[in-house]
């Protein structure tokens, strides 16, 4: 099966709390198990029938189902129960860790070897952003889903495996449910589409000092020239060799000295690359480097793979499995 | 020439390397490094080591939160004449595995209901500690690892298979019950512990060969071409090792010589034609391995007989190894509790040295080497399952003495050969 690839993008209007992510994720898995023919009817309707089936039997319970029938009640029952607790995981999982970067769903016999694989960027957390609510995300995701017709693919699909692997970084040492798999990587074979998630939420500005249109006073502080400010700076950086953090703030520190050489000297052009650091800033504050962004853009996925960012990173697989059936 | 050494290194039995093999945690993210240094400082610690061995206490909080075992096999070929090893001077290769415990995953053709094949991510913990639970005469273990680093070093040095050919496909042959298709299981699950530095996961994929006859002619043919084809696709993926087992291979390679003769339809033929064909191609994947078994080897086609690297003969187990295997089933009864107290069983090469001599230490493991030696043309698959069958049929109660059990398997020895004696008349 030669490798094909899709990508969808999503834009939600505000930031998406990690609660309302793991519902998403969650009702993408439930969506494409009814796509790709996994399930013979929608999730939801599925356990509300398997429901009332057992209403009926427990009110009649001289009348004998077929054994075909039973059969069928069986397997959607052991599925609901698989898919209960797989839900179940993935929201622990998601408190645990709102950092959650990526989550691949994957069809086929085996995690290494899949026949299809979904993997769902979801966008970078912005705890000061405004949240949109569980209903409107839903409601937006599935007026894609359903109008672009994501899931659904021409592709024959019999009942197969399906596998969740959560991407989360090396700080959450456990996922409640999940076993970590460090050598699993996002397959490259078979037929992969990826959802990209994206927020119209104000990128990193929450952490960010430097960006501000207003102009600061900060009293106390007398205003020193650009070469004297620079000079000790640079000094600051070959005599102390600061760590990655102290850079940070030296580097915020000269943007507040670049707004009060504004103040003091506005017609002098101050140029921040023309100062020398001998430690490069940019690799070592991506946040710093990401606030030029304007304010309000979309924080679109930067789609750093979790296998690239290894060291970092690892991949967590939900130790249920659900296995698809047909009637 | 240094990537050869290094994987000289990496693979088992190039040079005399003691591989130590680390079970970590599955819930563990501590980085294999990490372990790695912390298990070469533990076993710098240890003393002398005279055999296989598995450890699971350390006195090193990392190595506790982070891992189940470490541990040495097949040191028999490594450790001559028991003269001892000191570990902090031998040159150790570390492998850290995780195992897998997912359940097997079946392959199905979308269009037909039936599942092709059966598959596993490696290391499974469903075929854990076979290995090391098989018992040959022969190095036969030792010799289908070597089998699989040469393959693996001749692929990765890109030796031209024009001028030097290799097919990756392995025979083992012989009668029911000794072991040939678990020895193929527990050879790929090694192989994905071993090769762990050089393969990020592994795949044991079991093909049902009975499942690729189709019900409509012609059609067996290319359900064997898709099935391959699967393998293909598995293959493209140079980290994953793939291991291929195809259990009954006279099933799928019936002699097409006979078939002519006889009332098999040409479909038969085209599905050997197609195995074949399939088998030519899977040879430029360097990460592939095809293991297959037979009890019927006379049935197999020639062509598929030829291309067999290592045609593996697999017989009953001689005394010495059936003492092994009754002394590990002992073992594992007194663990827990059924033979009890727990008595130390001598192994045969200590009766050896002690020149059989006959002491209150020495008598139960004598006894038991009078039953192995009666027990000798037993399958493998029969002995293993004789202490059961004693205890069904001569014990059924609580606990036993070690002394009482080994009159009973004794008894159930002799049970077995009359049950069979019946059979043959």
């Known amino acids: 099966m030669a490798g094909c690839s899709k990508q969808f993008e999503f834009v939600f209007d505000g930031g998406l709390q990690s609660s309302t992510r793991a519902l998403l994720v969650n009702e993408v898995i439930k969506h494409l198990l009814y796509e790709r023919n996994q399930i013979p009817l929608q999730f939801d309707f599925l356990r509300q029938q398997l429901a009332l089936a057992e209403t009926d039997n427990a009110q009649q319970p001289s009348t004998k189902p077929l054994s075909s029938q039973s059969q069928v009640d069986r397997k959607a029952k052991s599925v609901i129960s698989n898919l209960d607790n797989m ?3 993935i929201i622990k999982a998601f408190e645990t860790c709102p950092e959650i970067q990526k989550a691949v769903v994957l069809l086929g016999s085996t995690p290494a070897t899949p026949k299809e694989s979904y993997i769902i960027n979801l966008p970078h957390l912005c705890p000061e952003a405004d949240n949109i609510s569980l209903k409107s995300s839903k409601q937006a995701l599935f007026q894609h889903l359903v109008a672009e017709q994501v899931l659904s693919s021409d592709l024959p699909l019999g009942p197969t495996n399906l596998y969740v692997v959560l991407c989360a970084p090396r700080t959450a040492s456990h996922l409640p449910g999940f076993i970590p798999k460090a050598s699993f990587k996002v397959p490259s074979r078979g037929h992969c589409l990826t959802l990209n998630m994206l927020c119209r939420q104000p990128t990193f500005a929450c952490q960010d000092l430097t960006f501000e249109d207003t102009e ?16 000790d700076a640079t000094v600051a950086y070959h005599v102390m060799s600061p760590s990655p953090e102290k850079r940070a703030r030296l580097q915020s520190q000269f943007h507040l000295d670049k707004r009060k050489r504004h103040l003091s000297n506005p017609d002098k052009d101050f140029d921040l690359t023309k100062i020398h650091f001998s430690t490069p800033l940019i690799g070592s504050t991506p946040k710093i480097s990401a606030s030029n962004q304007p304010l309000g853009s979309l924080d679109l996925y930067n789609g750093t793979n979790c296998g690239q960012s290894h060291s970092q990173s690892v991949w967590f697989q939900c130790s249920t499995v659900v296995k698809g059936y047909r009637v | 020439m240094n990537g050869v050494c290094d994987l000289a290194q990496a693979l088992p039995g190039v040079q005399k390397t003691y591989h130590i093999e680390v079970l970590k945690k599955p819930e563990s993210i501590t980085r294999d490094a990490l372990i790695k240094d912390r298990v070469g400082q533990f076993l710098n610690t240890q003393k002398c080591v005279y055999g296989d061995f598995t450890i699971t206490d350390f006195k090193d909080d990392i190595l506790t939160e982070s891992i189940i075992s470490v541990s040495l096999s097949d040191s028999d070929h490594l450790i001559f004449d028991r003269k001892g090893v000191d570990l902090s001077e031998a040159k150790l290769h570390i492998h850290v595995y995780t195992l897998s415990e997912d359940e097997a995953g079946t392959e199905e053709m979308d269009e037909e209901q039936v599942s092709m094949a059966s598959q596993w991510i490696l290391p499974s913990a469903h075929f854990h500690g076979l290995w090391e639970s098989l018992v040959f005469d022969e190095s036969i273990k030792e010799r289908l690892l070597n089998y699989a680093t040469t393959t693996l070093l001749f692929s990765d040095k890109k030796v031209n298979s024009s001028i030097i050919s290799w097919n990756r496909v392995v025979l083992l042959h012989g009668p029911p019950g000794t072991g040939k298709t678990t020895l193929c299981k527990a050879l790929a699950h090694k192989l994905c512990v071993r090769l762990s530095d050089r393969f990020s996961c592994g795949q044991l994929v079991e093909i049902n060969s009975h499942s690729l006859f189709s019900k409509w002619f012609s059609e067996s043919g290319k ?17 994953l090792l793939v ?4 259990d009954e291979v006279e099933s799928l390679t019936a002699a097409r010589k006979s078939c002519l003769n006889g009332n098999e339809p040409s479909d ?6 197609a195995v074949l064909t399939q088998i030519d191609q899977l040879k430029k994947f360097p990460n592939c391995l095809i293991l297959t078994t037979s009890n019927i080897t006379g049935a197999i086609d020639l062509a598929f007989v030829d291309r067999a690297d290592i045609k593996q003969y697999i017989g009953p187990p001689s005394p010495q190894a059936i003492y092994k295997i009754y002394l590990s089933c002992l073992n594992e009864l007194m663990r827990v509790g059924i033979i009890s107290p727990a008595q130390q069983l001598l192994e045969l090469r200590a009766l050896e040295v002690m020149r059989f001599v006959d002491n209150s230490a020495t008598r139960p493991s004598l006894h038991l080497r009078e039953i192995a030696i009666k027990s000798e043309g037993l399958s493998g698959r029969t002995l293993r399952k004789l202490p059961f069958m004693a205890h ?6 609580g606990s036993v003495t070690v002394e009482t059990f080994l009159h009973c398997l004794s008894q159930a020895v002799d049970q077995q050969f009359a049950d069979q004696a019946h059979l043959t008349t």
């Open chain 1, 87 to 89: 839900f179940e995981n």
């Open chain 1, 216 to 231: 600061v006073e900060i009293s106390g502080i007398e205003p020193l020239s650009l070469e004297c400010s620079s000079l």
């Open chain 2, 223 to 239: 359900l064997v071409t898709k099935m391959f084809q699967r393998l293909h696709d598995y293959m493209v993926d140079p980290e």
């Open chain 2, 243 to 246: 291991c291929v087992l195809i």
């Open chain 2, 268 to 273: 038969a033929i085209r599905v050997v034609n």
């Open chain 2, 392 to 397: 069904a049929m001569f014990i059924q109660g």
